[in-house]
């Protein structure tokens, strides 16, 4: 598996196709490694970015939970 701990490009970068373009690459990439999946962690927050990430064929496979200690 490939692992991306977030895939974040600039605002102004943004509905220009940088993102998928990324995604191509890290694809390429996955298979060139002999890789059989893509996992990619995005924050609760990017709702955003899970629309994206959806539109490209990703699912959720889970949720991860933590917890803060003082």
């Known amino acids: 598996m490939l692992y991306v701990d977030d895939l974040v490009t600039a605002s102004e970068a943004r509905s220009t196709g940088v993102g998928h373009a990324l995604l191509e690459y890290l694809e390429q990439r996955a298979r060139?490694?002999?890789?059989t999946a893509i996992h990619l962690d995005s924050g609760t927050h990017r709702r955003d970015a899970h629309r994206f990430y959806m539109r490209e064929r990703l699912t959720i496979m889970a949720f991860h939970f933590a917890r803060e200690l003082d």
């Open 32 to 35: 060139e490694l002999a890789c």
